[in-house]
């Protein structure tokens, strides 16, 4: 399996942006749709946004549309959350996963490997 790695979480203010990254080793994503959830303290693990394994596709929780932007660079092996408009209600860990099949999933369940997480903290 590959490991996952996300980087780029941090403690910022509401309205401004934050950009986090999913590198993978010891293996490719470049076959495999990849997901971004997050989880809250007290609640579960949410969807966030899934992109195919080509990038021309991408799936977004109504929570995010129109503020986050799920990208990858497969020659780099890396996903990509680009985070713009950060509320409060945005604060939780952050997780990438990659996808047992090539195809835009909601659910955990869709998904066979995952990240440790980076915390992402947005204050007003």
């Known amino acids: 399996q590959e490991q996952l790695v996300e980087s780029g979480g941090g403690l910022v203010q509401a309205g401004d942006s934050l950009r986090l990254s999913c590198a993978a080793s010891?293996?490719?994503?470049?076959?495999?749709?990849m997901g971004w959830f997050r989880q809250a303290p007290g609640k579960e693990r949410d969807f966030v946004a899934t992109?195919?394994?080509?990038?021309?596709?991408?799936l977004y929780a109504n929570s995010v549309k129109g503020r986050f932007t799920i990208s990858r660079d497969n020659a780099k092996n890396t996903v990509y959350l680009q985070m713009n408009s950060l509320k409060r209600e945005d604060t939780a860990v952050y997780y990438c996963a990659a996808g047992k099949i090539d195809g835009l999933l909601r659910e955990p369940s869709g998904y066979r490997n995952w990240g440790q997480g980076t915390q992402v903290t947005v204050s007003s």
């Open positions: 992109i195919d394994s080509s990038g021309d596709s991408a």
């Open positions: 010891r293996g490719t994503i470049t076959m495999y749709s």
